[in-house]
């Protein structure tokens, strides 16, 4: 049975990296444990190191150590005319190629801190296909997921 796919944007990235608790890290556990696959793309790890480059500049190494651990797949930024096809899917420019990597990689969640462009408009899910929410949302989704999956490989097995 295929693993539960989410895509990290960069304020759930930073948050789990930052933070030894919460969504956003157990997120990142599930994946180092392989019990999910953590998904990014090159324009989120630019974001997360420039950040962290700019903020905290001593936890760099630990921000690429963890991604490594984690297993998380980076993807190669969506062609440019793909990104210009899909400029109706959000107010902020800047985040449309975060949603057409998470299309294209045909995740299951995308997992989001940032309401202001993606969690306050209902209709960039609904736009872009996608389902989006907080590492919180994700996690109560992929804990259920997980137990459905756990109760269906006991009843064929």
Same mark, same amino acid.
């Given at each position: 049975?295929?693993?539960?796919?989410?895509?990290?944007?960069?304020?759930?990235?930073?948050?789990?990296?930052?933070?030894?608790?919460?969504?956003?890290?157990?997120?990142?556990?599930?994946? #180092?444990?392989?019990?999910?696959?953590?998904?990014?793309?090159?324009?989120?790890?630019? #974001?997360? #190191?420039?950040?962290?480059?700019?903020?905290?500049?001593?936890?760099?190494?630990?921000?690429?150590?963890?991604?490594?651990?984690?297993?998380?797949?980076?993807?190669?930024?969506?062609?440019?005319?793909?990104?210009?096809?899909?400029?109706?899917?959000?107010?902020?420019?800047?985040?449309?190629?975060?949603?057409?990597?998470?299309?294209?990689?045909?995740?299951?969640?995308?997992?989001?801190?940032?309401?202001?462009?993606?969690?306050?408009?209902?209709?960039?899910?609904?736009?872009?296909?996608?389902?989006?929410?907080?590492?919180?949302?994700?996690?109560?989704?992929?804990?259920?997921?997980?137990?459905?999956?756990?109760?269906?490989?006991?009843?064929?097995?």
């Amino acid at each position: 049975m295929p693993k539960v796919d989410v895509f990290l944007d960069s304020s759930a990235l930073i948050a789990g990296i930052i933070s030894g608790q919460g969504a956003a890290r157990a997120l990142l556990l599930l994946g #180092e444990d392989e019990k999910i696959i953590l998904t990014v793309s090159e324009q989120v790890i630019a #974001e997360v #190191e420039r950040n962290v480059a700019r903020k905290v500049p001593k936890a760099l190494p630990f921000v690429r150590e963890i991604i490594l651990s984690a297993n998380i797949r980076i993807l190669r930024d969506p062609p440019n005319e793909e990104v210009q096809k899909h400029q109706d899917w959000i107010g902020h420019i800047a985040d449309v190629p975060i949603l057409v990597s998470a299309r294209q990689a045909n995740v299951d969640f995308l997992a989001t801190l940032n309401p202001r462009h993606f969690l306050n408009d209902p209709e960039v899910a609904k736009r872009s296909g996608l389902r989006i929410g907080t590492p919180g949302d994700v996690l109560a989704w992929v804990r259920e997921q997980l137990t459905v999956r756990e109760s269906l490989t006991r009843d064929i097995g």
